[in-house]
T-cell receptor, first 113, second 115 residues
Framework: ETGVTQTPRHLVMGMTNKKSLKCEQH?????MYWYKQSAKKPLELMFV???????ENNSVPSRFSPECPNSSHLFLHLHTLQPEDSALYLC????????????FGPGTRLTVT | GDSVTQMEGPVTLSEEAFLTINCTYT??????LFWYVQYPGEGLQLLLK?????DKGSNKGFEATYRKETTSFHLEKGSVQVSDSAVYFC??????????????FGKGTKLSVKP
């Protein structure tokens, strides 16, 4: 595997379920990001991690819980989601924070029923 | 705060037509500007960038010039191909404050090129 991978690519879950999204980067980067892409809206930055420490949390509801166990892996744990949380969730990584190019994964298409 | 505004889509063109996708921004200081492209079923890829006024970014026949006087970064291509069909995002990276290093995106413009 090369670049940034995300699993699963598609996920359908009920509002009472608990699920997790996984992101893995094979680039040796130290910073990782979660974005939410909704129809007709700009990409929203959700969380930023640098060297496994969370450095930014953009007012994201607590039903979204990120985890970064090491610099190569990033998870987004989901519980008691709402239908409006249905979106494409994109993971990205960069060499470090600041002015480095971000490399994106293909995303997980989440549908909350 | 910093923001990006890009033209609403979708944009439908015939092959070999000229493409312009408008992008304007609001930012403090001297941001860096980017165009990203998202092909169907894929993540975003960096298409081109410019880091200072009057810089021209170019890649795969696409060009955009950083115009500070008009706070614009319009994307152009002289002759589009069917394979250019994708969603294009304009973005900036601020130079000051808490958002330093974070990308701020426009809503995206979907381009469809017909043979």
């Amino acid at each position: 595997e090369t670049g940034v991978t995300q699993t699963p690519r598609h996920l359908v879950m009920g509002m009472t379920n608990k699920k997790s999204l996984k992101c893995e980067q094979h680039l040796g980067h130290n910073a990782m990001y979660w974005y939410k892409q909704s129809a007709k809206k700009p990409l929203e930055l959700m969380f930023v991690y640098s060297l496994e420490e969370r450095v930014e949390n953009n007012s994201v509801p607590s039903r979204f819980s990120p985890e970064c166990p090491n610099s190569s892996h990033l998870f987004l744990h989901l519980h008691t989601l709402q239908p409006e949380d249905s979106a494409l969730y994109l993971c990205a990584s960069s060499q470090a924070l600041g002015g480095y190019e971000q490399y994106f994964g293909p995303g997980t298409r989440l549908t909350v029923t | 705060g910093d923001s990006v505004t890009q033209m609403e889509g979708p944009v439908t063109l015939s092959e070999e037509a000229f493409l312009t996708i408008n992008c304007t921004y609001t930012a403090t200081g001297y941001p860096s500007l980017f165009w990203y492209v998202q092909y169907p079923g894929e993540g975003l890829q960096l298409l081109l960038k410019a880091t200072k006024a009057d810089d021209k970014g170019s890649n795969k026949g696409f060009e955009a010039t950083y115009r500070k006087e008009t706070t614009s970064f319009h994307l152009e291509k002289g002759s589009v191909q069917v394979s250019d069909s994708a969603v294009y995002f304009c973005a900036l990276r601020g130079s000051y404050g808490g958002s330093q290093g974070n990308l701020i995106f426009g809503k995206g413009t979907k381009l469809s090129v017909k043979p």
